[in-house]
């Protein structure tokens, strides 16, 4: 078991750093974890000892890099119970969910079809789903939320009953930090005949996720917050799904056999993964998820919890700061100070060291529902510990202090 937060920190080597003589306190890892030195090494490793191209080169380099490259890929699946061959290597959520659009999207969605996505979802959930609705001739459908900011299950429900062919939504929101029932809404999705995809950037980081348990249709994902590298990431998807999808690029690794006047794709995974794949991204996520296992297994979950019931409550103090969520947070939190643009408060933390996000959390139109022009974001990790909250406090304190 490990323990978490201040003693944890020495696996980071950039949380040794210094801002302006102060020491770094991260608190944007919602936008993205750091790296633990054994990932960093695992790079390392594979530049100085193994690097070559996969799948085809006949020498041991070669051998030895598709023998890593597999076996992470199978670890990886494995971390989210499926299968090696049902997960297919992108450079992260992004890109997933655009392959899936324009992939399957581009199949299955016809003119007149319905699209549903809650409006609190990251514009990466919204945005390859609105240009392939205008492509098709598709309505997308911009679902409201309950008071509390969760998807409203009546309304839902409803649309669905109306006849839809896609319902996107997140397991857990980037700037909210609460968590959906999974489970539930695939259930319901599944009972109209909805094909789910399920936006797993955040809560990958943060809980294990069983595919099998949740019984999504797809299920996206970024290393990049799971203590990996970035530009590593994929999607997971049956086999019966994968196989009925039509291949999204050409050349190089997604093809089985070329002719002069015709071609044939790959099996599924390869038949999406075309051109040189980011091995060293691939093996170097493998080593992140085992970290991230433990850390899990140390008791992630609840110290995230108290870290945001402490901050929640420091916070709650001022009068000025006004939170965007209805409920106690849970790993992200949200708010936005009257009188004091995010922007200027999160430069002026930045003399602190402290490192907050500021803006809309590319959930702009969750903020146009909220009428709040932007807001600063606080999100928590396995390293972070009561010394942090207590250091933001003090510097926001001072903000105040220069700016109200």
Not at 99 to 127: C, F, M, Q
Not at 248 to 275: C, H, L, N
Not at 340 to 348: G, R, S
Request: hydrophobic share 40%.
């Amino acid at each position: 078991m490990l323990s978490l937060g201040k003693s944890l920190r020495s696996k980071f080597p950039i949380l040794k750093r210094k801002i302006r003589g102060k020491r770094l306190v991260y608190l944007d890892n919602a936008a993205t974890t750091q790296k633990p030195i054994e990932v960093i090494r695992e790079i390392e490793n594979y530049y100085m000892n193994t690097n070559a191209n996969v799948h085809r080169g006949l020498y041991k380099l070669a051998e030895e890099a598709t023998s890593q490259y597999e076996s992470s890929r199978e670890r990886i699946a494995k971390w989210f119970d499926s299968k090696a061959e049902n997960l297919v290597f992108t450079r992260g959520t992004t890109e997933s969910i655009n392959l899936i659009a324009k992939s399957w999207g581009n199949k299955y969605i016809s003119a007149g079809d319905r699209v549903l996505a809650p409006l609190s979802e990251h514009h990466s959930n919204y945005v390859p789903w609105q240009m392939i609705c205008e492509q098709k001739g598709a309505e997308f459908v911009s679902l409201p939320l309950l008071e509390n900011l969760r998807i409203d299950r009546v309304i839902l429900e409803k649309n669905l009953a109306m006849g839809a062919k896609v319902l996107a939504f997140s397991a857990q929101s980037n700037v909210l930090g609460n968590k959906e029932n999974v489970k539930e809404i695939c259930e319901l999705a599944r009972k109209y005949g909805v094909t789910t995809i399920v936006d797993g950037a955040q809560i990958a980081g943060h809980s294990r996720f069983s595919i099998q348990d949740s019984g999504c249709d797809f299920f996206a994902f970024s290393g990049h917050k799971m203590f990996g590298p970035m530009g590593i990431g994929g999607f997971v998807a049956s086999d019966e799904v994968l196989n009925s999808m039509p291949p999204w690029q050409g050349g190089g690794e997604m093809i089985s056999d070329v002719k002069r006047d015709s071609w044939t794709a790959a099996q599924s995974p390869y038949k999406f993964e075309a051109g040189t794949p980011n091995v060293v991204g691939a093996i170097a996520l493998s080593k992140a998820v085992d970290i991230l296992d433990e850390v899990i297994e140390s008791g992630l979950e609840d110290h995230v919890l108290n870290l945001s019931n402490y901050a929640y409550e420091k916070l709650k103090v001022f009068e000025s700061v006004k939170f965007l969520s209805k409920e106690k947070p849970c790993g992200a939190i949200s708010f936005w100070v009257e009188s004091i643009h995010p922007h200027d408060l999160a430069t002026i933390l930045d003399q602190d060291g402290i490192a907050i996000r500021a803006g809309h959390h590319c959930a702009k139109p969750l903020h146009q529902y909220l009428n709040v022009q932007a807001s600063v974001r606080l999100s928590l990790h396995a390293y972070n510990d009561f010394d942090d909250i207590d250091d933001f406090i003090d510097s926001l304190k001072g903000a105040f202090s220069f700016l109200l």
